[in-house]
């Protein structure tokens, strides 16, 4: 190792907290960084090239390259394996928090370090927040007496899940919990002491579908005091807080937002303590917020400033032989009591899913995206027609209904979708995001129709019934007069509609591609804009809500493409019924319906109606394209496609013997008037 270098360092793991590993390093004088290693040879490549360094097979080559230091930032189960075998070699470890899954594993790190003379230090990152660490200094000062208790409060959000086999935090019921539970028992310690119990429950609100538990409170008793900890997946905006809390005052902890406050106890007279209480507590965040954004500004302060602050400190005590910030032996306690709630929250959903019936070898009909206003409302009517069922979601109804199977999953993983559709006969493919960035609408749209496609093929399904949309046809730029059909052009301005279009046309084109070059057996549906049942009658396409007025973007002559939720319902079992399997495509349409005033006039007689003029529109359409380009949501194409004039005409309905049977004026009286309808209030 030559004079100027004293450690040579490699990456293993080159996921999201990666860049933030490697920013430290890239401060921090006399280390080099070698490489990135990752078990997806791809994203190691990938992660190299971003970090302008290069992608290293295993830890042995880093080894023989001359790593001294090995950063393992890899999925919590895999922390010990990759720990102990970089000590074995002979290299020093700094490991993602939390240190293992498993006490007897973390002791096992111990003993390898202590028997090679080396160092292993764990990423308790929030104790070096500049914020937090005034508030330890604080308390050892004895600035608000005999801390008593602390409270938590931290929210998160996971990245969007692009498909393929699952992420960590949804394979694993406890993982949450390891995830963000481990930062908030580590400061319980630094503020309280050693923890004597923690009592944790856990429940599932839907802010992150596809957790198991999306909600956690744990009560922690130390040496020292007690207090409590929330973890929620449901709360926004994103909260941090840290509450300290003394005999002689209380700190106020905003993580997220950079800042302290609190009030801290004087033997002033009363009015001044007010006066003291009211600037700690309200005007002190706000100028230390002033200062944190400055410091943001300035590159004083930056992202995982913890995180980093700790690794710098880290290598200073390799350099100086100083213990290191937090020791694996330090993390052991933490690890204890963070598996102790992961395994009993992970032993409550197996024992769940235990007492899920077992899927069927052979069932008549799948529906994906069965939670869904049309996904349950064709449920309805298949279980109405004495058919068994069998639908794919992300949670388990709260009560079973009988006929239907459930099988939960997510449309983007591929081995859930596997396991939906064994054993089916005829797949209804209703699944798709509704709302999304583009990010969230490919991943579940277009990979999920993908998933769903391999899985029909692998099965031999007979029958997939495709789910498309009135979205993927072309809507500017053809003659007015011209009716959209079947065989009408279809979308060439993805980018410039919206992600939904844009997803909806890709997931149609691969079931398309599939039927010619693969022999897919299957039909695809086009619906018109459907209204029914839990789907709003007067929706963007026909006004915008403001106030007591209601917004028409034009004259209120557009048509949109109407269509009753029952007459999709009986279009998509006639699909089923006539067996077309040829990549038939069939718009579901009224020929006949509205325009946007006559909606509006029987949704709403009383409604008080304002026009903005088309050229007004447009005109705002291309201001908000000039200043933010392609990511305006109202770029001046998607206007006019939103403003084009068409009319209808399904050419492809006698394929499936289908007419609204229920019609769009129809539709509207009985959703205007609340009359019970056939589906579309039975969904």
Avoid at 5 to 22: E, K, L, N, P, Y
Avoid at 566 to 593: F, K, M, P
Avoid at 645 to 668: C, D, F, H, M, N
Wanted: aromatic share 6%; net charge neutral.
């Amino acid at each position: 190792m030559s004079e100027d270098i004293r450690h040579r360092v490699g990456i293993v793991g080159a996921g999201q907290i990666s860049q933030f590993h490697v920013a430290a390093l890239k401060r921090i004088a006399g280390v080099e960084l070698l490489g990135v290693c990752d078990v997806d040879p791809k994203r190691a490549q990938d992660a190299a090239r971003r970090f302008g360094t290069r992608a290293v097979a295993s830890l042995e080559a880093f080894r023989a390259q001359g790593a001294d230091v090995i950063h393992v930032l890899t999925p919590p189960e895999t922390h010990a394996v990759i720990a102990l075998e970089a000590l074995r070699l002979g290299m020093h470890v700094l490991v993602e928090k939390p240190l293992a899954t498993d006490v007897e594993d973390c002791r096992l790190i111990v003993a390898e370090a202590d028997l090679r003379g080396l160092r292993v230090c764990v990423n308790h990152s929030v104790l070096y927040d500049p914020h937090v660490r005034r508030a330890l200094e604080a308390v050892r000062a004895g600035r608000i007496g005999k801390v008593i208790s602390l409270d938590i409060l931290r929210s998160g959000f996971y990245p969007t899940y692009e498909g393929g086999p699952l992420p960590p935090q949804y394979r694993s019921a406890g993982y949450p919990f390891r995830d963000l539970g481990v930062h908030a028992l580590y400061l319980f310690e630094a503020f309280l002491g050693p923890i004597e119990d923690v009592h944790a429950e856990w429940a599932s609100f839907g802010g992150d579908k596809n957790l198991v538990f999306d909600e956690w409170r744990a009560q922690v008793r130390c040496r020292d005091g007690i207090g409590q900890f929330q973890l929620s997946w449901n709360i926004r905006p994103i909260q941090h807080l840290i509450i300290v809390q003394g005999s002689k005052g209380v700190l106020r902890v905003d993580a997220m937002r950079m800042s302290q406050g609190g009030q801290v106890l004087t033997r002033l007279p009363k009015p001044v303590d007010r006066v003291l209480g009211i600037y700690s507590d309200l005007l002190a965040p706000v100028i230390d917020y002033a200062k944190s954004a400055a410091g943001v500004v300035r590159k004083t302060i930056r992202p995982y400033h913890g995180l980093q602050e700790l690794i710098a400190d880290f290598y200073r005590t390799l350099d100086n032989g100083l213990p290191v910030p937090v020791s694996a032996a330090d993390a052991i306690p933490v690890v204890d009591w963070i598996e102790r709630v992961a395994r009993a929250a992970e032993a409550e959903a197996a024992a769940s899913a235990a007492r899920a019936p077992e899927l069927a070898d052979d069932v008549p009909i799948l529906v994906t995206g069965a939670a869904g206003a049309l996904g349950s409302a064709i449920v309805a009517r298949l279980i109405e027609r004495g058919e068994r069922v069998r639908i794919f979601v992300r949670k388990a109804p709260s009560q079973a209904r009988a006929g239907v199977e459930v099988c939960t999953g997510d449309l983007r993983d591929p081995i859930a979708v596997e396991r939906a559709v064994r054993g089916a006969r005829v797949v209804v493919h209703a699944g798709a995001a509704m709302r999304g960035d583009w990010t969230e609408m490919h991943a579940s749209t277009v990979v999920g129709t993908q998933n769903v496609i391999e899985a029909c093929l692998k099965y031999s399904v007979e029958q997939l019934v495709h789910i498309s949309s009135m979205a993927v046809p072309q809507w500017s730029g053809a003659p007015e007069d011209a009716p959209l059909t079947e065989s009408s052009p279809l979308e060439p301005r993805t980018l410039e509609r919206d992600s939904y279009c844009r997803a909806k046309l890709d997931a149609e084109q691969l079931v398309s591609n599939a039927v010619r070059e693969q022999h897919l057996p299957a039909v695809i549906l086009r619906p018109g804009l459907i209204f029914g049942g839990p789907l709003p009658l007067v929706s963007a396409a026909v006004a915008r809500r403001l106030g007591g007025r209601y917004i028409v973007l034009g004259d209120g002559t557009v048509r949109p493409p109407f269509v009753y939720l029952d007459d999709v319902v009986d279009a998509i079992v006639s699909a089923i019924e006539h067996r077309l399997t040829h990549g038939e495509i069939v718009q579901i349409i009224d020929s006949n319906v509205p325009t946007q005033n006559e909606v509006l006039r029987k949704a709403d007689p009383e409604a008080r109606v304002m026009h903005l003029p088309r050229l007004l529109v447009f005109a705002l359409g291309k201001v908000s394209e000039t200043i933010l380009g392609a990511r305006s949501p109202f770029t001046l194409y998607r206007l006019r496609s939103s403003l084009a004039k068409r009319t209808y005409v399904s050419q492809s309905a006698r394929l499936i013997g289908w007419e609204p049977s229920v019609g769009v004026s129809r539709g509207i009286e009985l959703v205007t008037t609340g009359a019970p309808g056939a589906a579309g209030t039975a969904s």
